[in-house]
């Protein structure tokens, strides 16, 4: 004690030879660790949560599913349509200057037309890869027909018959006509058609699914 008092006062005669007393170190009190409880904002899923999810979802997909191909499908026919419908009016175009399709090839139609690619049967052609087939109606020249595959499982067909009565090769009335057929198989596709499902009709027919 009184060398702690000594040590407070100012030093009377140097050299200073006081020092100043440690400090006293208390023993800390050590804290138990801190369990948190879990709330309900940190707790999993249970078995029973996750399969109640997973059978939402198969749901969500059966009734999507059948829609979304549906779609596919529908889109791939319109791209058929649309590429025979380009491909007969361009054959059009050359019949005006000649009074004839003969002469017409593949290559001919395409330098008329360069985003279609035609072949000749029976090699198949498919409307996923843009494809036309071309046939010459016998008769005259007077008439030609083509046709494309669709995923769907369809194969469209495009009639001009520019003759005033029903083409003997085709079997179709004079002007445009269009039809479908479901054959078993895109080579079946690349075959002469004369007996369309349905019949020959003046605009593209609906499916039976609608489309």
């Known amino acids: 004690m009184e060398l702690f008092i000594r040590s407070m006062l100012p030093c009377q ?3 200073c030879r006081y020092r100043l007393p440690m400090p006293i170190q208390l023993p800390m009190r050590q804290r138990p660790p801190i369990r948190r409880k879990r709330g309900l904002d940190e707790r999993g899923f249970t078995l029973i949560e996750l399969m109640v999810v997973l059978l939402i979802m198969g749901i969500l997909m059966a009734i999507a599913l059948p829609t979304l191909l549906s ?3 529908g889109a791939n ?3 058929a ?12 175009s050359y019949y005006i200057s000649g009074s004839t399709f003969s002469g017409i090839t593949p290559n001919v139609m395409e330098k008329i037309m360069h985003s279609i690619t035609f072949v000749a049967p029976p090699t198949p052609a498919s409307a996923s ?5 071309i046939v010459i109606g016998t008769t005259n020249h007077q008439s030609v027909e083509m046709g494309s595959w669709s995923s769907s ?3 469209w067909i495009a009639v001009d018959n520019q ?7 085709f079997n179709a009335p004079p002007g445009m006509s269009y039809a479908y057929i479901s054959p078993s198989s895109a080579s079946k ?17 609906r499916t039976p699914s609608g489309l």
């Open 71 to 73: 779609t596919s499908k």
């Open 13 to 15: 005669i140097p050299p």
């Open 81 to 92: 349509q649309s590429d025979l419908t380009s491909a007969v009016y361009a054959a059009k």
């Open 153 to 155: 499982g369809l194969c």
């Open 189 to 205: 596709c690349s075959n002469l058609v004369t007996a369309p499902k349905g019949g020959w009709n003046d605009h593209w027919p």
């Open 129 to 133: 890869n843009n494809q036309v087939w």
């Open 77 to 79: 026919d319109k791209a």
């Open 163 to 169: 003759a005033s009565s029903n083409s003997t090769t």
